[in-house]
């Protein structure tokens, strides 16, 4: 099994979906029209041995991932959130102390970013050989009643990126994935900067070669990246930086005068352009580099069994 191919059986469904369902599945967050107003929401999870190692994690570090994955769909989206929930299965050693630690991490790192949690639910695995599961859903409001999509890339668009890629995920279990901040502010930044000539937008968790495959196709476009331009983290080169995933910095497409920077100082950086997608059979995204053109529509990561 696959991850994509059952996502696509998933949103094969979306339209049997009410009317009030304004943005469906196969986006960052899902959009309900409530009696005027729009509603988003996303859900993410955390496994043990999966996302995090708890044998070299410490508990605050993967209570604090479990809140910030779903909060960088939230800045996908160039939205503001307003609360969550968690649902976490506990292995039935797991121990109170150690229960406590960990939903202590997750309420804080939801307060640090104005999303405070506000329920959930608790289990306990039968089997003490089972993982670890958080899971964390995120309600947030667009700004100035508009969220940004994965679907609107137009040809001729500049493709951009926030910060550096690569090398998030170490072999001993830590990097930048346990550390990283959600963009949220950086995003309604740029949405507030560039008004309607922000088109596209997506956070990078899975690889830059993926993630800029699922605007590509949801734009029905194709991406070209330059490889000499991806601006890459210290010791990683780009292809490396270009499939490694856990990212979670900010991809978009846009026209006109881009800020080269955002809050804060964080760099933005042009990597490649939107082009005309010709046929089905033509590669979403392709990376330049020097005389060779490599597709890179799978270049990241995707769960199988």
Not at 50 to 56: A, F, G, M, Q, W
Not at 132 to 148: D, K, Q, W, Y
């Amino acid at each position: 099994m696959r991850e994509f191919e059952l996502l696509r059986y998933i949103y094969d469904a979306n339209a049997a979906l009410a009317g009030e369902i304004a943005i469906p599945p196969g986006d960052d967050m899902a959009m309900i029209r409530l009696a005027g107003r729009d509603l988003l929401a996303a859900v993410d999870q955390v496994i043990d041995g999966r996302h995090v190692r708890l044998e070299t994690t410490p508990l605050a570090l993967a209570g604090r991932k479990a809140v910030t994955r779903s909060l960088s769909d939230i800045a996908a989206m160039a939205v503001r959130p307003v609360g969550a929930l968690a649902a976490v299965v506990l292995p039935p050693d797991f121990g109170a102390e150690r229960a406590e630690a960990l939903f202590d991490a997750i309420r804080a790192t939801a307060a640090d970013y104005d999303c405070p949690l506000v329920g959930g639910d608790i289990a306990f695995h039968g089997d003490a050989s089972h993982p670890l599961t958080c899971s964390v859903t995120v309600f947030a409001e667009p700004v100035n009643g508009r969220a940004i999509t994965r679907a609107g890339a137009e040809v001729d668009d500049v493709v951009y990126v926030t910060g550096a890629l690569g090398g998030s995920v170490l072999e001993d279990g830590g990097g930048k994935h346990l550390t990283f901040e959600p963009r949220i502010a950086e995003a309604i930044q740029l949405a507030a900067a560039l008004g309607p000539n922000l088109h596209a937008m997506i956070d990078l968790s899975d690889g830059l070669g993926r993630d800029a495959s699922h605007i590509a196709e949801a734009s029905n476009v194709q991406i070209v990246i330059d490889a000499a331009q991806i601006p890459c983290s210290a010791g990683v080169d780009w292809r490396v930086a270009a499939e490694g995933g856990e990212d979670y910095e900010l991809l978009f497409a846009a026209a006109g005068d881009v800020p080269a920077s955002l809050t804060g100082g964080l760099p933005v950086t042009a990597i490649g352009r939107v082009s005309p997608r010709r046929g089905e059979g033509e590669p979403a995204v392709v990376i330049r580099h020097g005389d060779e053109t490599i597709t890179a529509d799978e270049l990241g990561w995707q769960h199988e069994s």
